[in-house]
Every structure is written in C-alpha cells, then in structure tokens.
C-alpha cells in the first residue's frame, strides 16, 4: 500500500541524511542521465544534479 511505502521511503531518506552530509559529491563516476554531466551531489538524501537540477531518490 502506498501509505507504507512513504513510510519507507521517508525513513530511508532520515537515514541517508545522518551518514551522507548535503553537498557530498557522487564519486562513483556516474553521469547524470539528463545532461551528462558529472556534478552529482547529495542533497536531503537524495542524488542531485547541480548543472540541470535532476533529482533522483532511493
């Protein structure tokens, strides 16, 4: 059910934020999808492109 799996979702975004501090660059070497750039960055646990503002969560 949908109201379970944003529990879930918010947990795991509470926790990423303790150990992945905002502003932590991608050094995995991973692209962005969107515009192929390499500025990937983490932002409220999420992976965020500083160049076209993709955002990817979970």
Same mark, same amino acid.
């Given at each position: 059910?949908?109201?379970?799996?944003?529990?879930?979702?918010?947990?795991?975004?509470?926790?990423?934020? @303790?150990?992945?501090?905002?502003?932590?660059? !991608?050094?995995?070497?991973?692209? &962005?999808?969107?515009?192929?750039?390499?500025?990937?960055?983490? @932002?409220?646990?999420?992976?965020?492109?500083? !160049?076209?503002?993709?955002?990817? &969560?979970?």
């Amino acid at each position: 059910d949908s109201e379970s799996i944003n529990t879930w979702k918010n947990g795991v975004e509470r926790a990423l934020k @303790q150990y992945i501090p905002d502003g932590t660059r !991608d050094e995995t070497g991973k692209q &962005c999808p969107m515009c192929k750039s390499h500025s990937l960055v983490y @932002q409220e646990g999420c992976l965020v492109c500083t !160049d076209c503002g993709y955002s990817k &969560c979970g």
